[in-house]
């Protein structure tokens, strides 16, 4: 009676990595990633198609000013052009001719801004080249209104020169910020005479050139990228004017975030599996897209002796489970059918009839609706016992039987429902008799 017990407990095992019981929805272990612990509530399992909302979010810096920043310009170069001439009001221009050169200025700066105002303060030196001539030498500079007595022909000359330079510029800001007008100040310190001054062996010993500064600015590599363009005029002296006008570049290096930060939403449509309503919350989480195994003892799927041809229930049984799987056939991708022995006889004799007895199988779930791709057959013979070592009848049973491992197993628990369901109609809910459920002594020689 104890061995009927034992046997009848071991019909069917699904080895499954989170077990419960067949029948009791109650006793199933609710799956940790289940909100709703332990709810029974019936939810939608399968194929259907539904739309649903997903939303996505990005973060992006914008070019637009939120705050006041602090930049280093390394570096800031001006090129341009500088025409130069003597007041009309005093002697110097009966002296010298209209003079013309040019101008490099390689500056360093900080700079503030904000959303209106941009501000800059640079340093560096201005080298130049002036080129001009002397129509004459005066007698007397006292007289300015006196005559000029031309004492050699008029000459050419060249004057060059680098001289400390320190500039300022304010400006406000237009077009979001990339377009700047302002206003620009150089300051010269140690100024030449031929660049700006006619006073022989006396230069100025400052200068100071302002006028409009336009700008533009780009964002490059979370800095900035200028371009500046300016027109001065000399303000300081009476003896010379002067007319410069630049053009130039500055890459800047921001010293803090006073950007625009914004977060963009993106809604996209994407869909959804859904299926019929079957079974629990608790079970539809328990097994997705596992490898699971059914394992079958001689009970189930029994052969004749000394032989891979199934006996009648087996074989009614087999192809019951060939039809189970061919309709739920979208649930899973593949299916193995693995032969085991007991560990009597010999051990190449038995791996090779359990090599014939998974054929035998699968070619009766073939014959059922299975796609020959889908199922292949494998016997280990006496390599994989479940009980080691064997003591009695039972243990022999159990180790010989037939194991069907399905691959992506989607929902193992409506496919064991289905193997139960077929179990009862073939074998009964009863113990059967020992007749049917052991095989008959004479196997222990060969009969695996």
């Known amino acids: 009676m104890t061995q009927g017990k034992l046997l009848l407990r071991s019909l069917l095992t699904l ?8 029948n009791a929805q109650d006793d199933l272990p609710a799956p940790i990633a289940d909100p709703r612990q332990g709810s029974s509530e019936p939810i939608p399992t399968g194929i259907e198609e539904n739309s649903e909302d997903n939303t996505q979010t990005k973060t992006r810096a914008k070019d637009i000013v939120s705050g006041t920043g602090f930049i280093m310009i390394v570096p800031h170069v001006d090129g341009g052009l500088i025409l130069t001439k ?33 501000l800059d303060l640079l340093a560096g030196v201005q080298i130049s080249s002036l080129s001009g001539k002397i129509k004459g030498i005066a007698k007397d500079f006292e007289f300015v209104n006196g005559e000029v007595e031309n004492l050699e022909q008029p000459q050419s ?24 007008v302002g206003f620009s100040a150089t300051a010269l310190f140690g100024a030449s005479k031929a660049l700006y001054s006619s006073v022989p062996l ?57 950007y625009l930060t914004v977060t963009e939403k993106k809604i996209t449509k994407s869909k959804v599996r859904v299926q019929k309503q079957i079974v629990t919350t608790r079970e539809q989480n328990l097994v997705q897209n596992e490898n699971v195994s059914f394992i079958f003892d001689s009970q189930m799927i029994n052969f004749r002796f000394n032989s891979a041809d ?18 739920q056939h979208s649930d ?29 199988v699968r070619n009766v779930l073939i014959q059922n609706g299975i796609p020959d791709a889908d199922i292949k057959a494998i016997g280990y013979g006496e390599e994989r016992l479940l009980i080691n070592p064997e003591q009695t009848e039972v243990d022999f049973a159990r180790n010989r039987r037939v194991e069907i491992k399905v691959q992506g197993m989607r929902d193992a628990r409506i496919l064991q ?8 109609e073939i074998f009964g809910k009863k113990a059967i008799k020992k007749s049917d459920q052991v095989e008959s002594q004479e196997d222990k020689q060969g009969d695996q």
Do not use: C
């Open 15 to 22: 080895t499954l990595s989170a077990a419960g019981t067949t």
């Open 332 to 360: 899973w991708q593949g299916l193995v059918v693995e032969g085991h022995s007991d560990s009597k006889g010999n051990n190449e004799y038995n791996k090779k009839l359990s090599q014939r007895r998974a054929e035998s």
């Open 86 to 118: 003597p007041s009309s009001t005093n002697i110097f221009s009966k002296i010298e001719s209209t003079a013309s050169g040019w101008i490099a200025e390689p500056k360093l700066g900080l700079g503030i801004f904000s959303k209106m105002v941009s």
């Open 417 to 424: 429902r289905s193997i139960t369901r077929l179990q009862n």
């Open 310 to 327: 199934l006996t009648e229930k087996s074989t009614a049984f087999v192809s019951g489970l060939g039809q189970i799987f061919s309709a």
């Open 157 to 180: 000359y060249t004057s060059q020169q680098t001289v400390p330079t320190l500039e300022g510029n304010a400006r406000i800001r237009l077009a979001k910020g990339k377009v700047q």
């Open 202 to 258: 006396q230069g100025l010993k400052y200068g100071v050139l302002v006028g409009p500064q336009f700008v533009f600015e780009e964002r490059v590599l979370d800095n900035y990228f200028r371009m500046f363009s300016s027109w001065q005029f000399l303000t300081t002296g009476n003896q010379r004017t002067a007319m410069v006008f630049k053009f130039g570049g500055a890459y800047a290096f921001l010293l803090n975030s006073p």
